[in-house]
């Protein structure tokens, strides 16, 4: 019967920067160049502490062409680490990996990774294990590779390996798609899935399984992230996910409704951002939403809101840092308030607002950002929205403008 441990893993992205905290000045640049070296470290770690029979990797080890090989040599020595330890690694190339030119020019010996001519199987004698995968062979497979992968090999524990997009996630490219059903009936006892970095449970019988990306990029990949360690004891599989990420990006919403005026409601944003910060127990970069009905609304409307709400979080000290990514206002005044200085007209207005910046024409600034950008270098701070030519965070800051100007007129 077969008893093994191993670790499944996916989508390191290796040395691909963490975004959304240029416009923080405390936001620590050593920390954030090195996240994704540091989880996979601790994956590594993780592998000699648990003395695992072998690990998975299923693709995206890269995060397209790197800008030389110190990202390759990297990689290389955290698996000559496994290597030391007799660990054995087996890898597929995802779609960020067939796009960088480099992978195949660094030789791993010590990784065993699957080509993408067709699906391979490789047998490992001694624990009774059979893994089959296929490697992406360009950036864009629209084919369900699934379909040529072989036969499950009687008498052993059979994995398949495997880079794809599933049934569809709105987030992610749709790449190698295959149907779930297809996967259950197959006869494999397990299948390493990755691309999907929001970590999935597809199936239990068997076991279907995206483990999520090792380290959040940015504020779209929140949560704890990680990878799964598998125990399989005379067949029967457990899966537990192992937390490894190293900065957690998160959504804070602060309720400040009813506070009566702004430094009220910037108390209650501080005791927000504190709570939030203590929970996940490590580094954390953060977008923040206020919401609520409260006095406040107008004042909060104005200019320099994200600045007061990031000398509220510098104002934190405690073990675990702090960073913003962003701040978004979804308040409004009291009812009272509203009758008198939010007429029809001017409702009708901000709700335009509101749907030209949920999804901004591509030339609604047009060539003014161009025509200034020269001058706005030498104004603003690196990081600013300005810079980025994003129409969305300069709607936003125009309409709490319009609106604050307005209400008062009114």
Known sequence: ???????????????????????????????????????????????????????????????????????????????????????????????????????????????TTFGHDEAHVHILDSLGVAIHGQSFADRAVPEDLSRGYPKPIDGLFNIGLLHTSAEGYAAHDRYAPCELRRLQTHGYDYWALGHVHERQELSRDPWIVFPGNLQGRHIGETGAKGASLVTVSDRAVSVEHRVLDVLRWAHIEVDIDGAADEAEALIRVQAGLEAARDAASQPLAARVTLIGTTPAHAALSGDGLRDKVLNEAQAITGDHLFWLESVKLRTSP????????????????????????????????????????????????????????DPAPIIEQAKRRLEAALSARV
């Open 1 to 111: 019967m077969t008893n093994v441990r191993f670790l499944h893993a996916a989508d390191l992205h290796l040395d691909s920067p963490l975004r959304g905290l240029e416009a923080d000045p405390l936001a620590p640049t050593e920390i954030i160049r090195g996240a994704t070296r540091k989880a996979l470290g601790k994956l590594v770690d993780l592998a000699i502490e648990e003395k695992v029979d072998f690990v998975l990797i299923a693709g995206d080890i890269y995060d397209g062409d790197w800008p030389d090989f110190g990202t390759g040599l990297f990689f290389s020595n955290q698996m000559r680490r496994l290597q030391q330890a007799a660990i054995p690694v087996l890898t597929i190339r995802g779609n960020h990996d067939a796009a960088n030119r480099m992978t195949r020019s660094l030789r791993m010996p010590h990784v």
């Open 334 to 389: 009291p009812a009272g308030i509203d009758a008198s200085a939010r007429p029809d007209n001017l409702t009708r207005l901000l709700s335009e607002i509101d749907a030209i910046a949920a999804a901004p024409p591509p030339d609604l600034l047009g060539d003014w950002p161009a025509l200034l950008l020269g001058k706005l270098r030498e104004a603003l701070p690196q990081g600013h929205p300005l810079l980025g030519g």
